[in-house]
């Protein structure tokens, strides 16, 4: 926010232009994003998440949509509707029960209507976002919030086998540690920004890069999802 200003009953508030859009409008374009550039983004994002995390902020409402891109293609984080403190006036941590955000994001402990730990949503969350990057597709149908989480509990998602071949192991392990619904074992924000894929330096020749440039696009399943997903209520 660069500046705040009031006329009347009226507010404006000035923020930095995102010229390039947000995530959503760029897969929706590209039909994935090539995997060192998934990299770098998911690095940006989880380190902007960080540090927010750091000052006890969740945001709760982590998704394509509200991931946007400035004109040199860095990405910011936006839309703190549902973010929310995560200790209370005694420094003690609190869980939240606002059950907000996009069900198609929204972990597992989300969904299913029980009190949870903000920050580990997010992360989850954080997941589902580098998946839809590297895959082109939600890795979970919310057509019926009982199947998704069943779905999800059973870790029943897949890469689409032109993508199995072509992203790296490496990427396929942090997005299983994170989307990992028992949350005793699901990777905190410390593991995720240590892990090997976040942290190593990859060739800028990619396989993923040229199987989007090569024209052999296989449709995007569930593009409604990315436009509709349902929100959960706010209670």
């Known amino acids: 926010v660069h500046s705040i200003l009031q006329r009347g009953p009226r507010v404006f508030i ?13 897969v929706l374009r590209h039909k994935l994003v090539p995997e060192q550039q ?3 983004w998911f690095r940006q994002m989880a380190t902007g998440l960080h540090y927010l995390h750091s000052k006890n902020i969740a945001h709760r409402d982590l998704k394509c949509e509200n991931i ?9 984080l936006a839309d703190f509707g549902f973010a929310r403190f995560c200790v209370d006036t005694d420094n003690r941590r609190i869980l939240s029960q606002t059950y907000c955000g996009s069900a198609a994001y929204a972990a597992p402990e989300v969904v299913s209507g029980t ?10 969350s954080l997941g589902i976002i580098l998946y839809i990057m590297l895959n082109g597709t939600m890795p979970f ?3 019926n919030l009982t199947k998704l989480l069943r779905d999800q509990m059973s870790k029943n998602w897949v890469f689409r086998s032109r993508i199995q071949d072509t992203v790296s192991s490496s990427a396929k392990s942090i997005v299983r540690h994170i989307l990992e619904p028992d949350i005793t074992q699901r990777f905190t ?22 199987a989007i440039h090569s024209g052999q696009h296989s449709q995007i399943m569930g593009m409604k999802l990315f436009k509709n997903g349902d929100n959960l209520h706010e209670t």
């Open 189 to 210: 924000l410390d593991k995720v920004l240590s892990h090997e894929w976040v942290r190593i330096k990859k060739d800028k020749s990619s396989n993923v890069s040229k």
């Open 14 to 26: 000035f923020m930095r232009c995102a010229d390039n859009g947000d995530l959503l409008d760029y």
């Open 38 to 40: 998934a990299q770098t």
């Open 68 to 76: 946007l891109l400035s004109r040199k293609f860095h990405v910011k």
């Open 115 to 124: 009190p949870y730990n903000p920050k580990l949503a997010d992360v989850w």
């Open 141 to 143: 149908n919310d057509d």
